[in-house]
């Protein structure tokens, strides 16, 4: 097993040799008879030792009085009616089309959560997911087993992430893949989805099941939320069939779920799915808007905390600005009216930040004079074409077959990711962090030294308004 996974903390010494099914059950028979032995002659003359059991004996007779602790060792267990550890016979097993099959017929596939030996053996089993099988000699096209490892994808327990939690059935999904002797394989388990689990309390009762509900990306350092693509509510509706034929599961930065579990938001004007990113809400009638689809057309949505309103709200607004202050303000520009409305409305004014740069005063004047007589533009969304694409050069795959073609049942979608990467097959599923390019992150204030004038690049090839606009600034002084 790879190095690379978080080894758990032990202090036994270890046999890395596991007793097999039979010497353990052989073992447990030896200590009931143990006990057996043992209840049948009591040892009434031996003085009586606090015990864990001590508190239900001291109301009985003290003739009956075991000392338990002397005979059954102290990692006793009832002996287990269920198979535990399934130690796979490989001889004679193949692998073909990421399918393992043994002797038996029994059937190990790419999809399915197993046990395997963890590392310190004597620890509880890792879980993971099979990824698929990989061969260990690249040139050797034998389908023997021998040949190949588990590739898997590994579910993190939380004492892995130095987490505690009491519920034992609780697991954390990763992106974290490894190669895996065949032979490390101790039987199968489920994994399910925290939403595909209808009564979690019965589900717990059930052995080797266990749930999660969250990613965790080691390279980010950082928790994800998971939700089931099926779930999804708030998409078009080409781009939701194109992304649950493709991925199981997506996962959101934490609590960045909701906008997607929502009920679909349509845009009042041409009545297509409109991306939060892309759309504008007013908020007197919360009816939403493309940005493109109000007149004019917005080209930057409005800072947080600034008020857009509709057209019919802006209208509204105005004449029952006029009613209350009388006719002089009707003249009044509609940016300073909403202004003064805001300040009047103590709910609506407290998100709104008290300085404000020039350009964000010129983004809300403008996004206020809007009227809705523009036609509706009939074209599509670039997710939607992509996935009307993808749909359609995919149609011969089922929905099984399409996914078991996937290299993860995850992708990341998060604040950073675009829609359409989805549907990029060259597209990895990692998470994504915001950029570090730009002037929050570079510094730009350089001066002159003597006889080395500061040299600035077109930066054309990265059309970013605000960074712009300070550089040309810039250029200006420098020609002074
Ligand atoms: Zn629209
Ligand atoms: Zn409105």
Redesign the pocket.
């Known amino acids: 097993m790879d190095s690379a996974r978080p080894k758990r903390k032990t202090t036994v010494n270890v046999n890395y040799k596991e007793k097999s099914e039979l010497d353990l059950v052989q073992e447990q028979e030896r200590e009931a008879n143990v006990i057996k032995k043992a209840a049948k002659k009591p040892e009434p003359s031996k003085p009586e030792t606090p015990t864990k059991l001590a508190g239900k004996n001291k109301s009985q007779d003290k003739s009956q009085y075991v000392p338990v602790d002397e005979v059954v060792p102290i990692n006793f267990q009832p002996k287990c009616d269920q198979e535990f550890n399934v130690l796979l016979d490989l001889k004679g097993a193949k692998v073909e089309n990421n399918v393992l099959t043994l002797k038996d017929g029994t059937r190990i596939k790419k999809g399915d959560f197993i046990y395997m030996i963890c590392e310190p053996p004597g620890e509880p089993y890792y879980i993971a997911r099979i990824k698929g099988f990989a061969r260990k000699e690249k040139d050797d096209a034998t389908k023997s087993a021998k040949n190949y490892n588990f590739e898997v994808c590994w579910f993190y327990r939380p004492r892995d992430l130095n987490r505690k939690s009491p519920d034992a059935r609780l697991l954390f999904a990763s992106l974290h893949m490894d190669e895996c002797p065949i032979s490390s394989f101790r039987g199968f388990v489920t994994v399910k989805h925290r939403a595909e689990i209808e009564d979690l309390d019965a589900y717990r009762m059930i052995p080797h099941s266990f749930y999660f509900e969250k990613l965790y990306d080691r390279y980010m350092v950082k928790m994800y939320d998971v939700l089931p693509t099926i779930k999804l509510t708030n998409l078009p509706p080409n781009y939701y069939k194109a992304l649950t034929k493709r991925y199981e599961y997506i996962f959101v930065e934490v609590g960045r779920g909701q906008d997607l579990l929502s009920d679909p938001k349509n845009?009042?004007?041409?009545?297509?799915w409109?991306a939060s990113s892309d759309?504008i809400q007013c908020l007197r009638c919360q009816k939403i808007?493309?940005l493109?689809?109000v007149d004019p057309p917005i080209t930057n949505k409005p800072k947080r905390g600034f008020a857009w309103f509709c057209a019919a709200c802006n209208k509204e607004l105005e004449e029952e600005l006029s009613e209350k202050r009388g006719h002089m303000l009707h003249s009044g520009l509609p940016s300073q009216i909403a202004a003064s409305i805001k300040d009047e409305d103590s709910d609506a004014s407290e998100d709104v930040s008290s300085s404000q740069t020039p350009m964000e005063v010129e983004s809300r004047s403008e996004s206020i004079q809007t009227n809705e007589t523009e036609l509706?533009n009939g074209k599509l969304a670039r997710y939607e074409e992509l996935a009307i694409a993808f749909l359609e050069a995919d149609k011969n795959l089922s929905f099984e077959k399409r996914r078991e073609l996937e290299e993860w049942p995850y992708r990341y979608l998060g604040m950073h990711a675009k829609l359409e990467d989805a549907l990029d097959l060259q597209d990895r599923p990692y998470p994504r962090a915001a950029s570090r390019l730009g002037t929050k992150h570079q510094f730009t204030g350089i001066v002159d030294w003597y006889g080395h004038p500061v040299v600035y690049y077109d930066d054309s090839d990265y059309p970013k308004a605000r960074s712009r606009k300070k550089k040309y600034q810039k250029e200006d002084y420098v020609a002074d």
Request: hydrophobic residues 25%.
């Open positions: 845009c009042e004007k041409c009545m297509q409109a759309s808007y493309h493109l689809c509706p």
